[in-house]
T-cell receptor
Framework: NAGVTQTPKFQVLKTGQSMTLQCAQDMNHNSMYWYRQDPGMGLRLIYYSASEGTTDKGEVPNGYNVSRLNKREFSLRLESAAPSQTSVYFC????????????FGPGTRLTVT | KQEVTQIPAALSVPEGENLVLNCSFTDSAIYNLQWFRQDPGKGLTSLLLIQSSQREQTSGRLNASLDKSSGRSTLYIAASQPGDSATYLCAVSSPGGYSTLTFGKGTMLLVSP
């Protein structure tokens, strides 16, 4: 039982390049989330998917797109990376949105030069 | 908009001390409050989840309390050990908005042998 997994663990991009961060959970959870963590800012919600087939913007969605590929997988895409997107990205999941405990993946450290 | 504050930002104690970490939130209409631990360069590990109808939760040497009406939670760590050194994050899940977690910026704890 792996919980929430994320790939890659580390990535360095040049400004303007694109990439997709992958996330998968094996807990049969309906809701999935993407957060970014920056020094002094705490964790902020980028996008979430309340259930398979739905996605919604969070607090800081600009520059990102997401895909809920199926119930297990939720990917985050940077179409044209900018230095401001240098951050640590965490994927999380929960049984449902709101009242249920969230479980987090190990994170992806992204540097954009 | 829900805001979460954690005090102190950093804490250094000798091994064996009992300690209290504080968390406050501005909107008392919450689903639950979750305490996490984050080791340097790692993901978030859920420690305790307190539902809005509960007053406290305990796990081993950890005890978390919730006073929803005053917008406060405390995490009590008994008989601290060097292995407790980490950043502790408090997060609340609230209705409205994104119905997901709003995080504090954390308390960095160092327990010295």
């Amino acid at each position: 039982n792996a919980g929430v997994t994320q790939t890659p663990k580390f990535q360095v991009l040049k400004t303007g390049q694109s990439m997709t961060l992958q996330c998968a959970q094996d807990m049969n959870h309906n809701s999935m989330y993407w957060y970014r963590q920056d020094p002094g800012m705490g964790l902020r919600l980028i996008y979430y998917s309340a259930s398979e087939g739905t996605t919604d913007k969070g607090e800081v969605p600009n520059g990102y797109n997401v895909s809920r590929l199926n119930k297990r997988e939720f990917s985050l895409r940077l179409e044209s990376a900018a230095p401001s997107q240098t951050s640590v990205y965490f994927c999380a999941s929960s049984r449902e949105r709101g009242t249920y405990e969230q479980y987090f993946g190990p994170g992806t450290r992204l540097t954009v030069t | 908009k829900q805001e979460v504050t954690q005090i102190p930002a950093a804490l250094s104690v000798p091994e064996g001390e009992n300690l209290v970490l504080n968390c406050s939130f501005t909107d008392s209409a919450i689903y639950n409050l979750q305490w996490f631990r984050q080791d340097p360069g790692k993901g978030l590990t859920s420690l305790l989840l307190i539902q809005s109808s509960q007053r406290e939760q305990t796990s081993g040497r950890l005890n978390a309390s919730l006073d929803k009406s005053s917008g406060r939670s405390t995490l009590y760590i008994a008989a601290s050990q060097p292995g407790d050194s980490a950043t502790y994050l408090c997060a609340v899940s609230s209705p409205g908005g994104y119905s997901t977690l709003t995080f504090g910026k954390g308390t960095m704890l160092l327990v010295s042998p």
